[in-house]
Every structure is written in structure tokens, then in C-alpha cells.
């Protein structure tokens, strides 16, 4: 599996994604620039964690029209799986790439913490390794978690079913107390119409590592491993 | 040019930075204050004397990067620099 | 024209308001005027004083840091750099130093400590190390404090939001509340970096003619006489002195780290330091002076952000987020690129000379030039008289009640906010970037993979402030000592320590007393334990209207972890393992929390610091952490034994069953004493033997405890105390102080 992980001035977690993609696929990935047009052959492309220009303005919003944005628009209508993980997952909004927006967290403080995630589906390349509705430990860490849509939006996102993941309690309950930044229908990833771009808040890659106590996260990149060998 | 532009959450948009801030000044005894919604001011020079054409160009700076239409509105004004 | 007819031209000419303006004494300018030769211009005078400031310059503590123990086998760069460097084998070096930031975090408590994590960061990273952890040790007023709340939310927040925008882990430190730090808090943030050991950059700007180069974000008018502001107290009119606060941009230091780590790749830079107190002044005098060369600087090639800003403001600016480098001849143009890509400001600002001398020259007008070596070496040095308190007698059991209830003891103190979890602050730091962090916070110490590595580095920041103001000798012994324990407990080899050295006015005799008896306690405990110091800070000046910060030498250890799949946690693990205490049983009450809780004050001398025991009782604690005959492991501080015992419980979410301690000691007195030297640690059953051979063979004495099980904490003659009762008091106080205050 050839992944291309692009970085944007200051992105953080390109090197974790890359650790975690050349643990899983023996490939170390292309780490691509920001300010490139080109994008190398790739069969996934990683938009990764961070605080692309500092989050100003708003996360994302800078980051979303960098030169290699385009190329990544290009390849993912395409049908190029995308994987956009934290900061990623507010840059592919940006862009258009996926509907909806991240909001300040409910709390308005930065979060870092373990979160249990449902896993809604495991019929895409992202998730074949998990079943569905399994309870899932991932982590997070951000201050703009909290996923906006109008109604009509989600209601479309639920009815054709593109909503990936969802805060949840240790049993896999759906509740308040187990959505820790007020995310509308406790919606923590949701994929395109073909279901070959995901955004997520929460970070797989850190918990993909049993020396890091958890590796529900390395399920992921198995999954995405198998589909696109 | 300058352009002074206002970028606000639009209405129904929950808005916890403002409901803090209402929490805040209660807390201080403004017991008067209702409702606060935080917004961005953003002010940019532009090198351009035609109003008409700064005009266009501050509300493509708008839509394409300064607000996030999903939920957000902007406003502006213009004066000479 | 001659610089001492333009000096006459400035605008004002020195006045003795003007140098007191400065932070010099009337004596000292008298040395001003003779090390310079003549009387300075202002730009002069302005440079002098940041480099003679106590700040910069150490006069007052320099003479007292010499009898800090420095070196050691593990050492590879000691105090002098820009960050201390210990070896940790196979070609790999962790550099890390330790910093205050006091005065601003009071004024402007969230810009106060996110630039205090910057400069720190700056400080690591100017070395070629690429941070891989941050820590930091914070002191509040008291909860009641009318500004305590205020203060907390700002400096967390302003440590987060720099942080994690960096993307560095924050994965732990010290936090407590004290009236004494009502109106001067301290924000003491220190940095892990890593680096191979053969790629260390540092500050000797060697070679005559070589291009002085500025990097980084424009140069503003920010923090101007900010190292003057670290040098005095305060009084009522320092509101005023916001402006002297400087704003920070973790944004752009993210790009300066990531293009200077860049260009380190290459045969560029002969020397590199950050820009910090004092900015372009501190780092151009102190890279010049150590290379032995002079420096010649064009202001009108530094890069500014503010209109018409004048030499002496260039000079003594504050902004941050900026470096200086001395390149080699030829290759401006690869650096040049490198900082191009990376969107900063990059500009040849001078050379350096064969002169010896700092020369400062703006809009065709020679401003400053001065030898360097009045700047870096004549500043006064003071021997300050010092007064020694008279030590507090050890106190007796009489003066310190039995509870009514041991359990209800322990559940006020697990609750109480010297003891609550500080899980509030911690999930507000990105504790996991760069996903290597083994250990996260809320243990002895925070653990982080050597990157690639199976190696781990082990991190704690500790003192405790009481037992220093009852004896500052004491006191300081144990906060070294306590940080080697904290390392063990989570089985590292303590490698050496950064200190930052918080007091308050030296030219009280008391207060310099206190100094001098905290650094021979730390040498003491430093050369008994081989943890020398490679790196520190002092921040004096730490009173508001004459009432001073008790004693406060903050210790930041480093440690390494061989292997991290050996390293030890807190937590319980298995109902049914046994639970035992390595270490002597004395009843310290003195100082102790205990004494705090239920008499609202405390007095006495702390616990007496054995250090031999330490050392033995350690190694020991260490060797069966290796050879896996320990399931979990905790130092005892704090709260004494219950408390150790119960944070152990919390951590693991399993109970204990605790057998009365049998003895001559009243139980409170047993149970919550503070005695040094002590550990805490759980086994399988069938290891006990074999730690009871090894304790006995090394001379530590041992206990039986009693037992992991259940889902209380269940002591003889009392009713239990389930486990989430005590979680309860246990994670509610801080964030329901913040909440409401």
C-alpha cells in the first residue's frame, strides 16, 4: 500500500500517521509539502493531526487552500481513499470534500483523553477489521471537536448511511454523557457518498501501539491495508 | 481601501463562547444583559480606490476564506484609506 | 563623529533617574563608566542594564551556583549552554532545561506562560534537539484568593494552547496552592529534547567574518526592559507594566523549529541561541563572547513590524519566536531557502570581528560599542550577607490530635486541593503527540519513548515548598531527593537534574539566607545521589510588598529507562497481591499535610533527609522493578502512607485490605507521617519471599501491609471507604473550584 501524507505548516501528527501506516503496511509513506502541486501515485492519502496555521481564522480554513488541496480534491473524486484525521478532518470540510463543520468544543477547553467510539459500518476500507457495532477505544485531542451540521444535512448523512463513528459509553451506549464536545447526533467520523473519504475527530494512530495501551487505532490502517494491497 | 468586516454566527447557531460570556457578566451583576453571540472583526487593507471593485473583491475574500458560510454571516464597511 | 559626542546627542542624557530607570545602582554605573571608559549613550546604558540585570547576569545567586555538583560520566554538556545535555547511549543525547516566567504570568497570566513554554522550547531546540516532552511546575495563591481562579485558567490555558499548537506533549508537572504565592504565582516550565550525540549545536560564534544571521518572526516593540521586570518585585503600580508582557506565536515557532531542524541537517551553522531575555542583546553578546570574537551588528537589516523603532528598542526587544545564527561563509543561500520555504523572516545582520567588542550601528550612526567582555564578565558579582533562620524543633506527637476517624482523614485529605487529582489541568494538554508517551500523567513520572527505541525517558519535577520555608537546607534536599525517588519508582536510572531556583529579594539577608541554604542542601543531595545539575535558572525578586514566595528550588529530573517494557506504574493490578512498605517508620508529622488538614496550619522541621537510605532503599526498589517481581510501585511524599496507598488504589480501580500497623507509633501518626526514603509496592504472593531476602540483603527494612482486593479501602476498627467515594472527593475539588470558584 503506497500512502501519501501531506503536511501543511504545522501539522504534528504527519510523523505519527507515517509511523503507523510503515508499522502496518512495511512502506514507509511519501511525506508530501503543502506548497506541492503534484501528489505521487498514491493509494491512500493522509491529511494528518495538528494546527495547521495555528488553527487562526479557523482550523482548517487556511490549510483547505494550500496548492496540494487541489490535487487532493482531484484524486478523491476520483475515488482515491482519503483519510482525514483530526485537523484533516477540519481541512476536508473546508474544502468541501466533506459536508458540515467543527465547532469549540461545549467545554470551550482543549481535550485530551481516551473516548469510546461505535463503529457504525465495517463495509468500507477504512473499517473491514472491525464489526459492526463495535466498541471501540480511540483518543482525542482538540479544542474544535464538535461536529455542526444543519438538520438536513445529518439527516441525509444517518439515511444514507455515512456516518462512521459515534461517541459512545463503554457498553456502546449513544448518550450525552459520552459525547465529550456536544458533536450533533454524538458524530465523531463521517465518510462521503461513495464512502472512500473519512473524516475523524479522534486519532488512530495513537492508540495503534501496545506500548501505548491501546491498538483498537491499528485496526484501521489493517483494514485499509487489506482493501488496497 | 479599507474594509472593516464583521463576521457573525448565524442565527441558531449555538454559540458557548457567547452563553460564557453572558454567564460572566450576570456573574458581575450586569443583570440586564440577554443574549451575547461572539463574532469575528477583521480589518484589511486592500490596494484598490474603486469602491466598486474593492467591494467585489472583499465579499470574494469573504466567501472564499474569511467566513465559513455554513455558519457563518459577514458584513463589512469601506472607507478610504 | 565619536560615540561619546553622540551620546551627547541623544535625546536625553543620563540622569540618575534614568539609570535607576535601568535597574542599576548609583555603585553600579559607577562600574558601567568605567568598564565602557567613558559615559554610555542611552542604547549603551540600555544594553548594560540587561546584561548586568540579576536576571541575565546571576550577580547575586552566581557565587552560591558554584557549589552545585556538575558533572558526571552521564554528562555531556553541563550549565553555560542553552540547555543541559546527558548521554543516553548509542549515539543519542536527551538535552533539557528548565525555565521561570513569574513576573509575566502574574501580569498577564495566559501570554505569561505560553511564552514561557516557548522560550523554554527555544532553548532545547537551539541545541539541535528536537523537544519531545514539556512539564511544568506551577505555585497559586490560595484557592480563597480572590485572583487564584483567574490565574489558573489563564496560565493553563496559555501552557496549552502553545503547547499542543507545537505539538509537544505536555505530560506532566507539579501544581500547588499556598497563600504565600497570593500575589506572586510562579510558572517554572521546563523541555525534553532529543538529539544525536554527535549533532549538538551550541552558542560559540567562532570565525572572524562569518555572517551573523537573524531567523524568525519581525521584531517589535514587546517586552522591552522585560529582564529589568524579572529583577524587581512588585507594588501597586505594576498593572501598569502590561505592556512589558510579551505576546506569543506557537504558530510560527512550530515553523521555526521545524526549518532550523532543517538547515541543522546541512554544514551551515557554526553557532546558534534563541533570542529570550534581553533578546538580540543577550544572544549577540553571549554568542560573541563565548567564540572569543567580536560582533558588529546593522540594525537597519533587522526585520521590524513596528514603524520607526530606534536602536535601543531594536536591542532590547522582546519579541518572540526569534534566533540568531552564525553561518559559514557561503551557505546564506541554502539557509536563506530553507527559512524561505518555512515562510520566515531571514536576514544578515552583521559579522563577526576580531575586535572584542559589541559595535551596534543604525541609520549610518554608531549607537553602541562597547567591549564584550564588560558585558558578559564585569558584571558585579555579589557576595550578599546572608542570615541564617533558627531551625524549627522537631515537634511531638502531643501537638498533633488522632482523628476521629482515619478513613474521614483520608478521604478530607484525598480531596482537599494539595492532594486532588489534577486531572482538570492535564486533559487541557495534548499529552500524546508524537505517540511515544508511555506513561501519561498522573504517576511518579511521565514516561516517553526514545523514539525508535526501546528506551524510555522518565521525567518528574518536584519540590515541597513548606519543608524548605521550615528549613531551606532540608528542604531542598528532599526535593532532590524526592525527584530521584520519583524516577525509581518507575524504574529508571536518574540521570541529572535542571533547577529553577524561585526566592524572593536577595538584599534581605533572610531571603539570601534561605538561597544559600537550599543550594548546600542540593549539592549535598546532588553529589550523594550522582545527579548533578546541567542546566537551571534563577528567579529572584519573587515579593510584593515585602512579603516574599517561601523558598521554592524547583527540580526537574531526568532519568532512562533501559528498557520500557520493565517500567513500573502505580496502579494496582491483581486482587490478591500482596502490599508492602520499603523504608523506616518514624511518624513525621512536622510540615506535614496531615498537620495542615486538621489544625489549618503547620509548623516544626520537615523530615529529615537520609540520604544513604534514599540511595539504598532505591537501588533496591529499581532491582525488582527489573526483574519483575514488583506488579506496582509508588514513592511515598505527600500525605504520607495512607495517601500513597490509596492514589495507588485509585490508579489501578482496585481496593486494599490493610492489617493495623502493629508498633510503638500512634496509628495517624504512622499512617499519614511523612517520612522520606519510602516506597510503596504491590506482588504476587509468591514473590514475597524473594522481597523479603532482597530488602533484608540490602538493609531497607520491610512490611507487610496487607492485601489488593475488593473495592474499598478497608482499615481494621473502621468502616470502609469505597473506592468511589473516594474518587469522588478525589477528582471533584478542582474542577469544581474552577467552575465556581
Redesign the interface.
Known amino acids: 500500500m503506497k500512502a501519501s501524507v501531506i503536511v501543511f505548516p504545522g501539522s504534528n501528527c504527519d510523523r505519527d500517521a507515517a509511523v503507523a501506516l510503515e508499522a502496518v503496511s512495511g512502506i514507509a509513506p511519501a511525506l508530501v509539502w503543502h506548497g506541492d502541486s503534484e501528489i505521487p501515485p498514491s493509494d491512500l492519502i493522509v491529511l494528518p493531526g495538528g494546527f495547521s496555521y495555528g488553527d487562526y481564522l479557523r482550523s482548517g480554513a487556511m490549510a483547505a487552500h494550500s496548492p496540494v488541496m487541489r490535487e487532493v480534491v482531484s484524486r478523491a473524486r476520483a475515488g482515491t481513499p482519503v483519510l482525514g484525521i483530526c485537523n484533516g478532518f477540519q481541512i476536508l470540510t473546508e474544502a468541501g470534500l466533506l459536508p458540515g463543520v467543527m465547532m469549540r468544543n461545549a467545554t470551550l477547553k482543549f481535550i485530551c483523553r481516551d473516548v469510546h467510539l461505535r463503529v457504525e459500518r465495517n463495509d468500507t476500507a477504512f473499517t473491514r477489521h472491525f464489526t459492526e457495532g463495535e466498541v471501540v477505544r480511540f483518543a482525542i485531542a482538540n479544542k474544535d471537536g464538535s461536529y455542526y451540521a444543519k438538520k438536513a444535512t445529518l439527516d441525509r448523512l444517518e439515511g444514507e448511511g455515512r456516518v462512521a463513528f459515534r461517541y459512545c459509553d463503554a457498553a456502546g451506549k449513544i448518550s450525552d454523557a459520552a459525547n465529550p464536545n456536544g458533536s450533533r447526533r454524538n458524530i465523531a467520523g463521517i465518510y462521503n457518498e461513495s464512502r472512500t473519504v473519512l473524516g475523524l475527530m479522534p486519532h488512530p494512530e495513537r492508540l495503534a501501539d501496545p506500548a501505548l495501551s491501546g491498538t483498537d487505532g491499528a485496526k484501521m490502517f489493517a483494514s485499509l491495508l487489506e482493501t488496497l494491497h | 481601501m479599507k474594509a472593516r468586516i464583521t463576521i457573525t454566527l448565524k442565527p441558531g447557531v449555538l454559540d458557548p463562547q457567547g452563553k460564557a460570556i453572558a454567564g460572566a457578566l450576570h456573574a458581575l451583576g450586569f443583570d440586564s444583559v440577554g443574549d451575547v453571540r461572539q463574532g469575528k472583526y477583521i480589518e484589511i487593507e486592500v490596494a484598490e480606490s474603486d469602491p466598486k471593485r474593492a467591494r467585489a473583491e472583499i465579499e470574494r475574500m469573504c466567501e472564499q476564506l474569511l467566513a465559513n458560510t455554513i455558519i457563518e454571516n459577514y458584513a463589512y464597511e469601506l472607507e478610504a484609506a | 563623529m565619536n560615540i561619546a559626542a553622540q551620546a551627547d546627542r541623544t535625546a536625553q542624557s543620563i540622569t540618575p533617574e534614568i539609570v535607576a530607570e535601568h535597574g542599576l545602582s548609583p555603585e553600579e554605573y559607577k562600574q558601567l563608566v568605567a568598564a565602557l571608559g567613558r559615559e554610555p549613550s542611552l542604547t549603551e546604558l540600555g544594553i548594560f542594564s540587561v546584561m548586568w540585570s540579576e536576571h541575565c547576569s546571576y550577580k547575586s545567586s552566581k557565587v552560591w551556583l558554584k557549589k552545585l555538583p556538575t558533572e558526571g560520566p552521564q554528562v555531556i554538556q553541563g550549565p553555560g549552554e542553552n540547555a543541559g545535555v546527558v548521554d543516553l547511549g548509542d549515539g543519542q543525547a536527551a538535552v533539557f532545561k528548565m525555565e521561570s516566567h513569574n513576573h509575566p504570568s502574574y501580569i498577564e497570566p495566559y501570554q505569561g506562560a505560553a511564552t514561557g513554554v516557548g522560550g523554554i522550547m527555544r532553548d532545547v531546540f537551539t541545541m539541535g534537539a528536537r523537544p519531545v516532552a514539556n512539564m511544568n511546575a506551577l505555585r497559586f495563591g490560595a484557592p480563597d484568593h480572590p485572583k487564584t481562579k483567574h490565574l489558573v485558567a489563564g496560565v493553563v490555558?496559555g501552557i496549552?494552547?502553545y503547547g499542543?499548537?507545537?505539538?509537544v506533549p505536555t505530560v506532566g508537572g507539579e501544581t500547588n496552592f499556598d497563600a504565600r504565592y497570593n500575589d506572586n504565582i510562579l510558572v517554572n516550565a521546563m523541555c525534553v529534547g532529543l538529539v544525536d550525540s554527535g549533532r549538538i549545536f551550541k552558542a560559540a560564534a567562532k570565525g572572524i567574518g562569518h555572517p551573523v544571521v537573524y531567523v524568525g518572526s519581525k521584531t517589535g516593540r514587546d517586552g522591552i526592559h522585560g529582564a529589568t521586570m524579572a529583577s524587581a518585585e512588585f507594588d501597586e503600580a505594576s498593572a501598569e507594566k502590561r505592556p512589558t508582557v510579551q505576546v506569543g506565536?506557537?504558530?510560527?515557532e512550530?515553523?521555526l523549529l521545524e526549518a532550523c531542524l532543517e538547515l541543522m541537517e546541512e554544514d551551515a551553522i557554526v553557532a546558534i541561541q534563541d533570542m529570550g531575555a534581553a533578546g538580540l542583546t543577550s544572544s549577540s553578546v553571549e554568542m560573541a563572547d563565548k567564540g572569543g570574537v567580536g560582533i558588529e551588528l546593522e540594525l537597519d537589516r533587522v526585520p521590524t513590524r513596528e514603524d520607526g523603532m530606534t536602536a535601543y528598542e531594536m536591542m532590547l526587544s522582546e519579541s518572540q519566536e526569534r534566533m540568531l545564527m552564525i553561518l559559514k561563509p557561503g551557505s546564506e543561500s541554502i539557509a536563506e531557502r530553507v527559512f524561505q520555504?518555512?515562510?520566515l523572516d531571514f536576514s544578515v545582520i552583521g559579522y563577526t570581528t576580531d575586535t572584542g567588542r559589541l559595535v551596534v550601528r543604525h541609520r549610518g550612526i554608531t549607537e553602541a560599542d562597547i567591549p564584550l567582555a564588560a558585558l558578559a564578565h564585569a558584571a558585579p558579582l555579589y557576595e550578599r550577607p546572608w542570615t541564617k533562620a533558627e531551625p524549627q524543633p522537631l515537634i511531638t506527637l502531643e501537638e498533633v490530635p488522632a482523628p476521629n476517624s482515619l478513613l474521614g482523614a483520608l478521604e478530607c485529605l484525598m480531596g482537599s486541593p494539595h492532594l486532588c487529582s489534577r486531572r482538570w489541568i492535564?486533559?487541557?494538554?495534548?499529552?500524546?503527540?508524537?505517540?511515544?508517551?508511555?506513561q501519561r500523567p498522573g504517576g511518579d513520572a511521565a514516561v516517553v519513548?526514545v523514539h525508535g527505541s526501546d528506551k524510555g525517558l522518565a521525567i518528574s519535577c518536584d519540590v515541597t515548598p513548606r519543608y524548605c520555608a521550615a528549613d531551606p537546607y532540608e528542604g531542598a534536599k528532599q526535593a532532590v531527593a524526592e525527584c530521584w525517588r520519583n524516577l525509581t519508582a518507575v524504574g529508571a536510572d536518574p540521570l541529572a537534574i535542571t533547577d529553577c531556583m524561585n526566592f524572593g529579594n536577595p538584599e534581605r539577608p533572610e531571603i539570601m539566607g534561605e538561597f544559600a541554604g537550599a543550594v548546600e542542601g542540593m549539592a549535598e543531595a546532588c553529589t550523594a545521589l550522582s545527579f548533578p545539575v546541567v542546566s537551571g535558572n534563577v528567579s529572584l525578586y519573587n515579593e510584593t510588598n515585602g512579603v516574599s514566595i517561601p523558598p521554592t528550588p524547583s527540580v526537574g529530573g531526568v532519568g532512562l529507562i533501559p528498557d520500557?517494557?520493565t517500567m513500573a506504574t502505580m496502579a494496582l493490578k491483581r486482587p490478591g497481591d500482596v502490599l508492602m512498605l520499603l523504608g523506616t517508620e518514624e511518624g513525621h508529622l512536622g510540615q506535614s499535610l496531615y498537620m495542615q488538614a486538621m489544625l489549618d496550619r503547620s509548623w516544626g522541621a520537615p523530615p529529615p533527609v537520609d540520604l544513604e537510605a534514599e540511595r539504598s532503599t532505591g537501588d533496591l526498589v529499581r532491582e525488582l522493578i527489573r526483574s519483575a517481581d514488583v506488579s506496582a510501585v509508588h514513592d511515598v511524599s505527600d500525605g504520607g502512607l495512607l495517601v500513597a496507598i490509596a492514589e495507588m488504589a485509585l490508579a489501578g480501580g482496585h481496593g486494599v485490605v490493610l492489617d493495623a500497623l502493629s508498633g510503638p507509633l500512634p496509628a495517624h501518626a504512622a499512617w499519614f507521617g511523612e517520612d522520606q526514603a519510602r516506597y510503596v509496592i504491590a506482588a504476587a504472593p509468591d514473590k514475597a519471599d524473594a522481597i523479603h531476602k532482597a530488602a533484608a540483603a540490602a538493609k531497607v527494612p520491610l512490611r507487610l501491609l496487607g492485601r489488593v482486593g475488593g473495592d474499598a479501602i478497608v482499615l481494621d476498627g473502621e468502616p470502609p471507604l469505597p473506592l468511589s467515594v473516594l474518587r469522588t472527593a478525589h477528582e471533584g475539588w478542582l474542577p469544581g473550584f474552577m467552575a465556581h470558584g
Open positions: 490555558s496549552g494552547d499542543n499548537c507545537m505539538g506565536d506557537p504558530f510560527t512550530k515553523l520555504k518555512w515562510e492535564w486533559e487541557q494538554y495534548d499529552h500524546m503527540v508524537m505517540a511515544d508517551t508511555v519513548r520500557i517494557s
